[in-house]
């Protein structure tokens, strides 16, 4: 009776809590990111309050407002892609591209093996590409409803930062106090979890940034249309093993070869091997260190898994609910490893 009635109550509170949880989720991060200025701050002013608005404020000013501005000029992009594929212009592009593509001798080769009527047609892709122009257009409309539910959304994201870097650990060791695990595999899991977040975070999530804003600033200079988009593009595809940002400034170096454009494509080649794919070597080490490190492929997985099923915030919950889960697993793998034989029922964990 008492477990129905907890979890009763569990889901009773996770239904107030839901409509907040995307500014809750923000302030966790930020929170989890910038907890070593506020710690460096409150080193020096002690009262806590002050400390963590000077932290929040940091905050806003280093990472919110670049994010904020940001989005807007990735609506923006991707509105006037959204137009361009539903006009005239943009149609007539396709139609030439496509023409380009169905006489070279390799569309023919294909065509040949997997049969002419299985092959898309110039009106099929136009079709299609008018139809995602039209999606893009009408979702990417900035109407006032959107900018009222941001500014409510950030305001409770502020407040709950303010409060999670002042009462933050005193929360967390009531929550210790809570986990059904000893003493010694609370602190355990504390460790782990804490290089599991900085490896994952520090580690791969900010190189990754770090290497679309180096690669959208290349792109912009260069003169590409969409800068901030391919920024994006090229952060995701930095997790994938082996391809990462080359697979993006690679193509683009090639396109401009063949345009005849040999500066921009030979510096966009020294610049991406040099500076963008460099920063990875560097960087990643420096901010990891000797720490447990997650496999980048099940970091790839969870930003993709992230952002399909939380959004944008998943770019970093993903890797950080992944990394939990993990350190958890670890927790329960030394019980069964340090068990011995017949003794299984005392290294049960237990809830009080």
Not at 35 to 40: D, I
Not at 41 to 61: C, G, N, Q, Y
Not at 258 to 273: C, D, F, N, P, V
Request: with cysteine.
């Amino acid at each position: 009776m008492l477990l129905v009635i907890l979890a009763l109550l569990g889901y009773l509170s996770y239904q107030i809590i839901s409509p907040f949880l995307v500014p809750i989720a923000w302030a966790v991060v930020f929170s989890i990111v910038f907890y070593p200025v506020y710690a460096f701050i409150s080193r020096h002013i002690k009262v806590k309050s002050i400390a963590s608005s000077i932290t929040v404020f940091l905050v806003v000013v280093v990472i919110i407002g670049p994010i904020i501005y940001t989005s807007f000029v990735l609506v923006a992009e991707l509105r006037k892609i959204g137009e361009y594929t539903s006009a005239a212009e943009g149609s007539e592009f396709v139609r030439n591209l496509f023409w380009k593509i169905t006489s070279s001798p390799q569309y023919a080769s294909i065509s040949s093996l997997v049969g002419e009527h299985n092959m898309p047609t110039a009106d099929m892709i136009m079709d299609n590409m008018k139809k995602i122009g039209k999606i893009l257009v009408e979702n990417l409309s900035i109407r006032i409803t959107n900018i009222i539910s941001a500014a409510i959304n950030f305001l409770l994201m502020i407040f709950t930062l303010f409060f999670l870097f002042r009462d933050g650990p005193g929360f967390l060791n009531k929550v210790r106090d809570f986990m059904p695990f000893s003493e010694e595999q609370k602190s355990r899991l504390t460790k782990q979890v804490k290089d599991m977040v900085a490896s994952t975070v520090y580690g791969g999530v900010t190189v990754a940034m770090i290497q679309g804003f180096l690669g959208g600033l290349a792109f912009y200079i260069i003169g590409f249309t969409s800068p901030v988009l391919w920024g994006i593009v090229m952060s995701i595809v930095s997790f994938i093993p082996l391809l990462g940002t080359l697979g993006v400034w690679g193509p683009a170096a090639i396109y401009l070869l063949m345009r005849g454009e040999y500066l921009s494509g030979i510096g966009l080649i020294l610049y991406g091997t040099f500076v963008i794919g460099l920063v990875d070597n560097f960087l990643r080490p420096l901010l990891i260190g000797s720490r447990t490190k997650m496999p980048t492929i099940i970091i790839f997985f969870s930003v993709l898994g992230g952002i399909e099923a939380f959004g944008i915030i998943g770019l970093i919950m993903g890797p950080l609910i992944m990394a939990v889960f993990i350190s958890v697993f670890e927790i329960f793998r030394h019980v069964k490893d340090e068990c011995p034989p017949g003794d299984e029922e005392q290294s049960k964990i237990v809830v009080p």
